[in-house]
């Protein structure tokens, strides 16, 4: 075997660890994307909870899918008026809140008829 194709060969080895290191990487960052996109979503079961001890007390439920949709501004804009009433919640109940009211209401996004 001459010099000229072991060089060859170290060249070829190298490529493929480039391309394999690549494609790790690539994972790594698809996966981080992904477990990013699952933290948007908000845990409906605790926010339900924190709804219906903090809103409930007031008024009837607003968790009516078949009423009208808001953007999520709205709801927190909603979220805050609710807060002046004297309510105590914590940003992070808000987000909860405000990410079960806009998935619930999203199917209708106006008043039929
Ligand atoms: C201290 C009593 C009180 C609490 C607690 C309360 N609300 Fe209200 N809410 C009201 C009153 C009074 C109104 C009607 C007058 C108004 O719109 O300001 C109302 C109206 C609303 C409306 C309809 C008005 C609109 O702008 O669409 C929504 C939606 C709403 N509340 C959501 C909530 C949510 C969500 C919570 C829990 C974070 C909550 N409320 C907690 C008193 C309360």
């Known amino acids: 075997m001459g010099r000229f194709s072991v060089v060859k060969r170290v060249l070829l080895v190298t490529l493929c660890g480039v391309f394999l290191i690549a494609g790790i990487v690539v994972a790594l960052a698809e996966e981080k994307k992904s477990a990013a996109n699952e933290k948007k979503k908000v845990d409906h079961r605790k926010a ?58 999203r199917g209708m996004e106006k008043d039929p008829g």
Not at 50 to 63: E, G, R
């Open 48 to 105: 339900f909870a924190i709804y219906k001890k903090k809103c409930l007390q007031c008024h009837d439920s607003v968790a009516d899918p078949e009423k009208r949709g808001h953007t999520r501004d709205e709801w927190l804009l909603v979220l805050k008026t609710m807060h002046g009433y004297g309510l105590g919640l914590s940003p992070q109940e808000v987000e909860l809140i405000s990410g079960l009211l806009y998935d619930l209401r």
